[in-house]
T-cell receptor, first 109, second 111 residues
Framework: KNEVEQSPQNLTAQEGEFITINCSYSVGISALHWLQQHPGGGIVSLFMLSSGKKKHGRLIATINIQEKHSSLHITASHPRDSAVYICAVYGNTGNQFYFGTGTSLTVIP | SQTIHQWPATLVQPVGSPLSLECTVEGTSNPNLYWYRQAAGRGLQLLFYSVGIGQISSEVPQNLSASRPQDRQFILSSKKLLLSDSGFYLC??????????FGSGTRLTVV
């Protein structure tokens, strides 16, 4: 069983739709990251969370530490949001990140 | 500012040839450094991590090795590549759980 589970694996949405990607983890963590990987492979960090909620533009990330769950929301989705979104947690017992397998998002114009 | 450089961006190597991928970090000291591999259709897999010069931890036994000759330099190597070594290799650094940054990656194709 993976330490980090993401859902859905694949997601297709119409432009303008509200999108939610979920992440559940089973290890104790000191931080959770949401990453975006573009088709060329490059990865950028969208958010780092240890509690509560963060917002950046049309992106919102929330985390519930008690439930070991995080969500990434995209409001008013746009085709340029098409990418793979990866949830990663930093374990609190060692120097290691655990990664979800990613959610492949396609936003259709 | 903190930056991470990874090269080359793409590489095509024959089976049995050696490999050397380099990653350097600027703007920080004593980072934790990581090598990850992403095989087609799979998530990121941690290969090696380092908490200091000369300190390497291996997560997955295979024909790859890593070295950290300087504080901000991390090298991934192989003496003889296998077809199964093909994938997308990413270097990353953190200061514990902060400043988590990936390099731009190297797409390796072993033929």
């Amino acid at each position: 069983k993976n330490e980090v589970e993401q859902s859905p694996q694949n997601l297709t949405a119409q432009e303008g739709e509200f999108i939610t990607i979920n992440c559940s983890y089973s290890v104790g963590i000191s931080a959770l990251h949401w990453l975006q990987q573009h088709p060329g492979g490059g990865i950028v960090s969208l958010f780092m969370l240890s509690s509560g909620k963060k917002k950046h533009g049309r992106l919102i990330a929330t985390i519930n530490i008690q439930e070991k769950h995080s969500s990434l929301h995209i409001t008013a989705s746009h085709p340029r949001d098409s990418a793979v979104y990866i949830c990663a947690v930093y374990g609190n017992t060692g120097n290691q990140f655990y990664f979800g397998t990613g959610t492949s998002l396609t936003v259709i114009p | 500012s903190q930056t991470i450089h990874q090269w080359p961006a793409t590489l095509v190597q024959p089976v049995g040839s050696p490999l050397s991928l380099e990653c350097t970090v600027e703007g920080t000291s004593n980072p934790n450094l990581y090598w990850y591999r992403q095989a087609a259709g799979r998530g990121l897999q941690l290969l090696f991590y380092s908490v200091g010069i000369g300190q390497i931890s291996s997560e997955v036994p295979q024909n790859l090795s890593a070295s950290r000759p300087q504080d901000r330099q991390f090298i991934l190597s192989s003496k003889k590549l296998l077809l199964s070594d093909s994938g997308f290799y990413l270097c990353a650094w953190t200061l514990r759980s902060y400043g988590y940054t990936f390099g731009s990656g190297t797409r390796l194709t072993v033929v």
